[in-house]
C-alpha cells in the first residue's frame, strides 16, 4: 500500500489550520506517526520504530487530564499576552 506522503499533506494541509489549538499540536505530533508509518511499510525503517512513536503519540494524546488542558491555557494565555505586550511596547507613551 502506498501512503502518498500523507505526512507532508497533514503537516503542510492542516497543521496550523484545525482552528483549534489543541488539535493543531495534536495533527503536528501525527506528522511523525504517519511518516513512520509510511517508512516501515516501504522498508526503510523496521516496526519497533514504528511502535516506539505510536506509543509516544498515544501516551500523549489518549490519557489527557484536566491540569493538561489547563497547562495548554495557561501557555497559550502567556504567548498572547506577551504579544499583546510587544504591540504596545511599539506605541509608546501614547496616551
Known amino acids: 500500500m502506498?501512503?502518498?506522503?500523507i505526512y507532508l499533506t497533514v503537516k503542510y494541509d492542516l497543521v496550523g489550520y484545525m482552528?483549534?489549538?489543541?488539535?493543531d499540536r495534536m495533527m503536528e505530533d501525527l506528522v511523525p506517526v504517519l511518516e513512520d508509518l509510511e517508512m516501515w511499510q516501504e522498508g526503510d525503517?523496521?516496526?519497533?520504530?514504528?511502535r516506539e512513536t505510536v506509543t509516544e503519540f498515544k501516551?500523549?494524546?489518549f490519557k489527557r487530564r484536566k491540569c493538561d488542558i489547563e497547562a495548554l491555557v495557561n501557555e497559550e494565555f502567556e504567548k498572547k499576552k506577551e504579544e499583546l505586550l510587544k504591540e504596545l511596547e511599539y506605541m509608546g507613551n501614547v496616551d
Open 45 to 50: 525503517i523496521g516496526e519497533e520504530q514504528y
Open 59 to 61: 501516551s500523549k494524546w
Open 2 to 5: 502506498s501512503y502518498n506522503s
Open 19 to 23: 482552528h483549534d489549538t489543541e488539535l
